[in-house]
């Protein structure tokens, strides 16, 4: 099942101020765009979309005690950096919030820091579009934006991992394990 967008924008409205919800509407539509470009389904990648951010708002220490009540897991750098939690603890709580809601779009919010075991083509879709939508102006987001249906859903993604990477060195940002993990995974052409 797929909530109405109608639906979901307003229980998203209630969650993220103003910034959050603008950014989360053009990840959603940037995510229909690609999903249809490359035949993924996008419907589900636009609910998605819309809804990756549902924890952004929440404080650290509360996504900490989130996580420790779920039993998911929780990392030194998860601990030093909470907020890298919004992405499991929100695909939870949206679970709970849209009973019976498809899967593949839980999966999608959880993936969207730093990727998952196996990444779907629906949660590369919502990786790329968080990261290329319009309101990014930097230069790989423009370089992104345009190679999109010119490469491989996977190419196209791992260049948009790759510049996540480059952007925690170059912020100096701890590396979660599961992005390198990730990236390893990537590169040696694993479960994509
Ligand atoms: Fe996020
Ligand atoms: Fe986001």
Known sequence: MLPDWDTALAAL???????????????????????????????AARIAGLLHDWCKDVAGEELLQAAETRGLPV?????????????????????????????????????????????SPVDMVVYVADTIEPGRSHTSARELREAIGKVPLTELFTRTYAESLRHLIDTRRRIHPNTTAMWNRLVGGECL
């Open 13 to 43: 409205g209630r969650r993220l101020g103003p910034k959050g919800v603008a950014h989360s509407v053009r990840v959603a539509e940037t995510a229909a765009q690609i999903a249809s470009a490359y035949g993924v389904d996008s419907e």
């Open 75 to 119: 990392t030194d750098v998860d601990a030093a950096v909470p907020y890298l939690l919004h992405s499991a603890v929100g695909a939870e709580e949206v679970r709970e919030a849209f009973p019976g809601i498809d899967e593949s779009v839980v999966q999608a919010i959880a993936a969207h820091t730093y990727g998952s075991e196996c990444m």
